[in-house]
């Protein structure tokens, strides 16, 4: 019978088999960070370039940009970040502990209450009326609900009197906003058009984050719409759409996604909406989608002093574009396909296997090769060869066969070919599918042509 599946084992999972490893963990660890091990840093690389290919390869009038993690400080104060940019943070007094209120409420709500649009009063009448205590030591004596600015800050400049404040971005869109009129001369593009990119950005998060839900440095992967005000409520329509079929085409299931409609909209806002996933800790966001109306390049023209104004090429009308934000996080997402993917299967043979059902394009390894002998491996590590060209592929001559396509299962390797004393003779391959368990026979010059159809994204 298959148990509930829980964070701590995709954790387990994710430590065991070179998912994720907490961060800095020889020290004890660094809280909210995490580093992707050996075949977690694929899976990730994998869900970016399944986006970029998705948003930015497929989309012609989307262009890409990398821009820098430090910005001018004016930025962020034209964004509005320095002065509103906050969490509402509160303390037990019992152990000293910080939490983001907002958080807490929707933890203990198992993500069925939205405290995103709650004040600070409302925060705590509900954490009163439920009585709600301290996650770590279980008291209820909670200091009052105040700001904390979440952005962190570092210096730059060589003699400390003179340095100046700057911040890490806590979002890559400013990146985008900044660079609006350069990319739109230099593509000669043309509105509606998009700018995208993937970055780091950071947040000082004061809540325990969740595994990789929430984490204090994480990358974005979002991308600006420009738009005409009359256009715009189709495309932000259009974006929902798309952003719902991009991750349900990378394995997310239908019955684990819903809109969320945000009821308060932040005062510059047309709309908002999040895509949210039924995590192991609840329903919660898994990415946004936001009507940003003019207010990004009209706060940027306000502090640059540089005109933000396109002039439409067929009617000399020059105006400020609308914008619609896409905005989702590459580590969130990772997460979310890692629970997605993880099942516990109970075999004809009375015996289970852990296997992680990624789409093909996403999965670490393509394809591992397996000599059934340590004796074959001289033929196996020749098949290695031709492979690694085309696919990232794992080599394993330890242990059982048994053991070893179980190994595969667990990181979720769509293919397995095992080189066995028939394919010295005929130049064949037994190619096992990690999904059905099914082999076939396959000549080895075949090999690249079947996995390349069957690992793609479209
Ligand atoms: N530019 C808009 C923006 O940054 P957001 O809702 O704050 O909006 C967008 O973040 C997405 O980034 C979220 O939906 C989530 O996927 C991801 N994200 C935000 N904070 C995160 C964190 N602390 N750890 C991991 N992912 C995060």
Partial sequence: MKTKLTMDKIVNLCKNRGFVFPGSEIYGGFANTWDFGPVGVELK???????????????????????????????????????????????????????????VVENHSKGSVSAEAMTNEQLEQYIAEHHICCPHCGGFNWTPIRKFNPMFITSRGTLEAEAEKVYLR??????????????QRTARAKVPFAIAQIGKSFRNEITPGNFLFR??????????????????FDIYDNYKQRALKFVEDLGLKSENLRFHDHDKLAHYAKAACD??????????????????????????????????????????????????????????LTLALLCQAYDEEELENGESRVVMHFHPFIAPYKVAVLPLQKNLSDKAKEVLQ????????????????????????????????????????????????RDSMEQIRLDIDELISYIEERVKFN
């Fill in 215 to 232: 984490t204090i440095e994480f990358e974005q992967m979002e991308l600006q719409k420009f738009c005409k005000e009359d256009d715009s």
């Fill in 386 to 433: 031709l492979l690694s060209k085309e696919f990232m592929c794992d080599y394993d001559e330890a242990g059982s066969i048994g053991k070893r396509y179980r190994r595969q299962d667990e990181i979720g390797t769509p293919y397995a070919v095992t080189i066995d004393f028939d394919t010295l003779e005929d130049n064949t391959v037994t190619l096992r599918d």
């Fill in 170 to 183: 806590p979002e890559t869109c400013q990146g985008e906003y900044v660079n609006f009129l350069n990319v």
């Fill in 45 to 103: 690389n994998n869900v970016k370039k399944a986006w970029w290919k998705r948003f930015v390869q497929e989309d012609p009038t989307t262009y890409g940009v990398d821009a820098s993690i430090l910005m001018n400080p004016r930025v962020w104060e034209a964004s509005g970040h320095v002065q509103n940019f906050g969490d509402p943070q509160m303390d037990c007094k019992q152990c000293k502990q910080r939490f983001r209120a907002d958080t």
């Fill in 275 to 332: 895509i949210q996933y039924n995590f192991p800790i609840g329903w919660q966001e898994l990415n946004g989608i936001h009507h940003r109306g003019t207010w990004d390049l009209s706060r940027h023209q306000e502090y640059s002093g540089k005109s933000m104004l396109y002039t439409d090429p067929f009617t000399n009308e020059k105006y400020i574009p609308n914008v619609i934000e896409y905005s989702i996080g590459a580590d969130r």
